[in-house]
């Protein structure tokens, strides 16, 4: 799956002259189309074991399917997200949803590997910048005092999507055939796509701000953008980031296909274990970043002590669990392991919005973005696949968690030059008139 952490504006205008009722509406619709979206991505992991067996395929070949759409995301998010907000939003939005609804139809309709990958890098097309444009689409529609607080709900709506599309994926693909688990979750993203413009209109969600957000635009590109790369902490913290998600990632990826071969699970059955174990990811996410808010609120440096502890725990877990053979201790290892193993999420979006000129915030969070998908969610399902296929899934499954003390050692290395890092930044701009809270966002 793919993280969005966002910066809100810092103004108090969004929302102004927009109805309570109609901005609600509009948050219904734009968090249905984030649900289709993961739903979308999600349903293929449901199905790996059919497609394998079909297909003859290998877990590389599988692992690929999923790692392209990731991809495709951190490559993507960031110029998309520009086109998005240049030619409106809601447009743009309508379109994404369209383009992914669309390849997932493909997938139901594809013949061989080959036209499967094709349809699923067109799902990555599609999906690549629907997170950052359609929280910024949410936020334009409600009071400032409000905006955390719907930024972290509309994310969970991507734990939600992959939790219904593993769920229902493997229910559909159990009863009906793996072609109708895509072909589901097309249909539900097409409806979406056909009612999304036809109720939300760019005139009623964004009075007044074109003007504002083109001049804000022109301006960011002259502001210091070294700051995205001028320290060794923020550099630090973009690759430590990317390398945690390599293991909480692949777990999601592939846990629906190890139940299914060491546990004697039905692709239904594989499925909804599956789904309550990337639920407790989620909430995990959630819990980590209220407790590193509560914990650092007058120490922000700790949270990078704190992202180092959910690394460390996450690999003792996850280590601890594929350590042993199928039962119920094994998927309570694994439950926990994962509670935490996404964890770094709020501390690294935070350390980020320390470490970087908050006029640069937005692209600062794209960056980050590209450093997950591209060091963690892209090349975890498929390297993990390779290994699969020497080794077996379970002896796979027993190296991934190791990649988390990689992500420890660097956050380490991250804390070492935090403090100068951080006393560098004040002393070249004014202070970031944007509350830390405002700026993490956890999915």
Same mark, same amino acid.
């Given at each position: 799956?793919?993280f969005?952490?966002?910066?809100?504006?810092?103004?108090?205008?969004? $929302?102004?002259?927009?109805?309570?009722?109609?901005a609600?509406? #509009?948050?219904?619709?734009?968090?249905?189309?984030?649900?289709?979206?993961?739903m979308?991505?999600?349903?293929?992991?449901?199905?790996?074991?059919?497609l +394998?067996?079909?297909?003859?395929?290998?877990?590389?070949?599988?692992?690929?399917?999923?790692?392209?759409?990731?991809?495709?995301?951190?490559?993507?998010?960031?110029p998309?997200?520009?086109?998005?907000?240049r030619f409106?939003?809601?447009k743009s939005?309508?379109?994404m949803?369209?383009?992914?609804?669309l390849?997932?139809?493909g997938?139901?309709?594809?013949?061989?590997?080959?036209?499967?990958?094709?349809?699923?890098?067109?799902?990555?097309?599609?999906?690549?910048?629907y997170?950052?444009?359609?929280?910024?689409?949410?936020?334009?529609?409600?009071?400032?005092?409000?905006?955390?607080?719907?930024?972290?709900?509309?994310?969970?709506?991507?734990?939600?999507?992959?939790?219904?599309g593993?769920?229902?994926?493997?229910?559909?693909?159990?009863?009906?055939g793996?072609?109708?688990s895509?072909?589901g979750?097309?249909?539900f993203?097409?409806v979406?796509?056909?009612?999304?413009?036809?109720?939300? +209109?760019?005139a009623?969600?964004?009075?007044?701000?074109a003007?504002?957000?083109?001049?804000?635009?022109?301006?960011?590109?002259?502001r210091?953008?070294?700051?995205?790369?001028?320290?060794?902490? #923020?550099i630090?913290?973009?690759?430590?980031?990317?390398?945690?998600?390599?293991?909480?990632g692949?777990?999601?990826?592939?846990?629906?296909?190890?139940?299914?071969r060491?546990?004697?699970?039905?692709?239904? +059955?594989?499925?909804?274990?599956?789904?309550?174990?990337?639920?407790?990811?989620?909430?995990?996410?959630?819990?980590?970043?209220?407790?590193?808010?509560?914990?650092?609120?007058?120490?922000?440096?700790?949270?990078?002590?704190?992202a180092?502890?959910?690394c460390?725990?996450?690999?003792?877990?996850?280590?601890a669990?594929?350590?042993?053979?199928?039962?119920?201790?094994?998927?309570?290892?694994?439950?926990?392991?994962?509670?935490i193993?996404?964890?770094?999420?709020?501390?690294?979006?935070?350390?980020?919005?320390?470490?970087?000129?908050y006029? #640069?915030?937005?692209?600062a969070?794209?960056?980050?973005?590209?450093?997950?998908?591209?060091?963690?969610?892209?090349? $975890?399902?498929?390297?993990?696949?390779?290994?699969?296929?020497?080794?077996?899934?379970?002896?796979?499954?027993?190296?991934?968690?190791? #990649?988390?003390?990689?992500?420890?050692?660097?956050?380490?290395?991250? +804390?070492?030059?935090?403090?100068?890092?951080?006393?560098?930044?004040?002393?070249?701009s004014?202070?970031?008139?944007?509350?830390?809270?405002?700026?993490?966002?956890?999915?």
């Amino acid at each position: 799956m793919a993280f969005h952490p966002i910066a809100a504006d810092d103004d108090d205008s969004g $929302g102004v002259g927009v109805a309570r009722k109609y901005a609600w509406i #509009v948050f219904a619709l734009t968090f249905g189309l984030l649900i289709s979206d993961y739903m979308s991505r999600q349903v293929l992991n449901a199905v790996f074991p059919l497609l +394998k067996s079909e297909w003859a395929l290998s877990d590389g070949q599988l692992g690929l399917l999923s790692g392209v759409v990731a991809l495709m995301v951190g490559l993507l998010t960031f110029p998309l997200s520009l086109m998005a907000d240049r030619f409106g939003r809601v447009k743009s939005l309508a379109l994404m949803a369209l383009l992914w609804s669309l390849a997932t139809l493909g997938c139901a309709v594809a013949q061989d590997y080959q036209q499967m990958f094709i349809a699923r890098f067109m799902v990555g097309v599609g999906e690549a910048a629907y997170g950052s444009v359609g929280i910024a689409v949410v936020i334009s529609v409600f009071p400032k005092h409000m905006r955390a607080t719907l930024a972290s709900a509309f994310m969970a709506g991507g734990l939600f999507g992959a939790v219904l599309g593993m769920a229902l994926g493997g229910a559909i693909a159990a009863k009906l055939g793996w072609r109708w688990s895509f072909a589901g979750m097309a249909l539900f993203g097409l409806v979406l796509a056909v009612l999304y413009p036809l109720i939300v +209109k760019e005139a009623r969600i964004a009075p007044q701000r074109a003007a504002q957000i083109a001049n804000k635009t022109v301006a960011a590109v002259k502001r210091p953008l070294r700051t995205l790369w001028s320290s060794h902490s #923020v550099i630090a913290t973009y690759v430590g980031s990317g390398l945690q998600l390599f293991v909480g990632g692949t777990v999601m990826v592939w846990i629906p296909s190890y139940l299914n071969r060491y546990y004697d699970m039905h692709t239904d +059955k594989a499925g909804g274990m599956a789904a309550l174990i990337v639920l407790c990811s989620g909430v995990g996410m959630i819990l980590c970043g209220m407790l590193s808010d509560r914990l650092c609120r007058h120490s922000p440096e700790h949270k990078v002590s704190l992202a180092i502890a959910f690394c460390l725990g996450s690999c003792l877990l996850l280590s601890a669990a594929f350590a042993l053979q199928a039962g119920p201790v094994q998927l309570l290892l694994i439950c926990l392991g994962m509670l935490i193993a996404t964890g770094t999420t709020g501390p690294s979006g935070a350390m980020v919005a320390n470490l970087t000129h908050y006029s #640069v915030h937005g692209t600062a969070f794209a960056t980050l973005t590209l450093a997950n998908n591209l060091l963690g969610l892209a090349p $975890g399902p498929f390297i993990t696949g390779r290994l699969s296929d020497l080794i077996g899934l379970h002896a796979a499954f027993q190296l991934v968690p190791l #990649v988390s003390l990689a992500a420890a050692a660097v956050f380490f290395y991250a +804390k070492c030059h935090y403090h100068r890092d951080i006393a560098r930044l004040q002393g070249q701009s004014v202070p970031d008139p944007v509350s830390e809270a405002g700026l993490e966002v956890r999915l």
